[in-house]
């Protein structure tokens, strides 16, 4: 079948396909949104490509989302795939939607950061491969309530034994497990630890040149890029933005959102970036107490990394030590292009991947 790039005016179409799979739908504003991502627009990339069959009626679809980087004065380019749909109608689609995803030039890489159990072969076949090395299978998550979770596990029992049964009870209760969010409050964050707003302190262009002196590959996180990616007209409520300041500098951030990985999952503080500065390993403890204390008040059953680099992950300390482990199957992949930097500089959060727009908001 036939490839387009697709535009925000093909939204009703691509809200078909993620209805077709109970994905969330992107709205036209929203794709509206992300085609103005600075990233994309410097390169005149495509928003993504929509198959469709003879009918024109739409079978799948893949997303292309492209991030900035920054290695010393050297700025590069990566593109990650996001919300890949294929159709009953569409079999056999993905691997062209992958090789035309990947056929882009003056990229220093693909990659994608959240492949699911099943799909995560399918990466391999185009010379992606697990990656980071030691945790590339690792997402870290931090209980909070036993009993959201006992209720999720018996509904997904219900659903692999009485499917007709889920159909009902979602009939009567269309989102159970709903969260009771309370503010977060400053007054309840650990010193040295503050509440930001999307418009980000005046100080931010000063802490990202932090980030990019200490010599590794960041994705960029300079102001008019964050501010964009906090822009998101689909949210439903404000993210959790933690900053640590020492004196008046700011050394480390935190950006969660409050999410519902499907229907019947209970609600989870999903940490998209979790960063501190090499002179202040301290922050980290700091953010996560801050991130921890959030997911209470926003009434999470668990807070979630989903992706854990293996410095970050030595940088978590006791926190990583007494973490849950989830995944256990290769969901990161990535691909490095000729003259690419050395892979070993790229330390990712997912704010690297697509996990800063493709959550399930929370109801």
């Excluded at 209470?296 to 680099?309: C, E, G, I, P």
């Amino acid at each position: 079948m036939p490839i387009r790039a697709f535009t925000p005016d093909d939204a009703e179409a691509l809200a078909a396909l993620h209805r077709s799979v109970g994905w969330p739908e992107r709205s036209a504003a929203g794709w509206r949104w992300l085609a103005r991502d600075p990233a994309r627009t410097r390169l005149d990339a495509p928003l993504g490509w929509l198959a469709e069959d003879e009918a024109g009626r739409p079978v799948a679809c893949l997303g292309n989302f492209i991030q900035t980087f920054r290695h010393g004065e050297r700025t590069l380019h990566a593109a990650t795939g996001h919300s890949i749909i294929v159709s009953p109608g569409g079999r056999g689609m993905a691997p062209q939607l992958i090789r035309t995803l990947m056929g882009q030039t003056g990229m220093a890489g693909f990659y994608t950061f959240n492949a699911n159990a099943r799909a995560a072969p399918l990466y391999r076949r185009h010379r992606l491969v697990p990656w980071p090395d030691a945790t590339h299978d690792l997402k870290l998550a931090w209980p909070l309530k036993r009993w959201p979770r006992g209720v999720s596990r018996a509904l997904r029992e219900m659903d692999h034994r009485q499917p007709a049964l889920l159909a009902e009870v979602l009939k009567r209760i269309p989102e159970p497990l709903t969260p009771r969010p309370r503010p977060v409050r400053q007054e309840e964050m650990p010193a040295g630890v503050a509440l930001m707003s999307a418009d980000l302190p005046g100080d931010w262009d000063a802490y990202w040149q932090a980030l990019v002196d200490e010599g590794g590959l960041v994705a960029d996180r300079s102001a008019e890029v964050m501010r964009h990616r906090l822009g998101d007209p689909d949210r439903v409520r404000p993210p959790v933005l933690l900053a640590v300041m020492e004196g008046d500098t700011l050394v480390g951030h935190a950006w969660a959102e409050l999410a519902k990985p499907s229907v019947i999952d209970p609600p989870v503080l999903e940490i998209v970036d979790l960063v501190a500065l090499e002179h202040a390993p301290e922050a980290i403890d700091q953010l996560m107490t801050g991130l921890m204390t959030a997911a209470r008040r926003l009434d999470a059953a668990k807070l979630r990394l989903h992706l854990v680099s293996p410095r970050l992950r030595a940088r978590l300390g006791p926190w990583a030590e007494r973490a849950r482990r989830e995944g256990g199957w290769g969901h990161a992949h990535a691909r490095f292009e000729a003259g690419a930097p050395d892979p070993d500089l790229w330390q990712p959060t997912p704010y690297d991947g697509d996990y800063g727009f493709c959550l399930r908001p929370a109801p």
